[in-house]
């Protein structure tokens, strides 16, 4: 299993952070949602253009950070 953190654009409140986790957990359970970093943690067998391709159709645009 990969561990990814992804840096999120436009997330600025917790209805944000819902719809973050919402359509991540689409993906995978395992999700932490950070609002002051606006950095996300995944763990998953999935790619990192799934978890991109999710954040983007919810209308907020990630950045790959680093894998874990």
């Known amino acids: 299993m990969s561990k990814y953190i992804f840096q999120v654009q436009g997330m600025g409140c917790e209805s944000c952070v819902s ?10 359970d ?5 609002l002051g970093t606006k950095l996300v943690k995944v763990e998953s067998d999935r790619s990192v253009a799934e978890f991109l391709t999710a954040l983007d159709e919810a209308g907020y645009p990630g950045i790959q950070q680093i894998p874990l």
């Open 19 to 28: 719809k973050v986790q919402a359509a991540l957990r689409t993906l995978t």
């Open 30 to 34: 395992k999700v932490e949602v950070d």
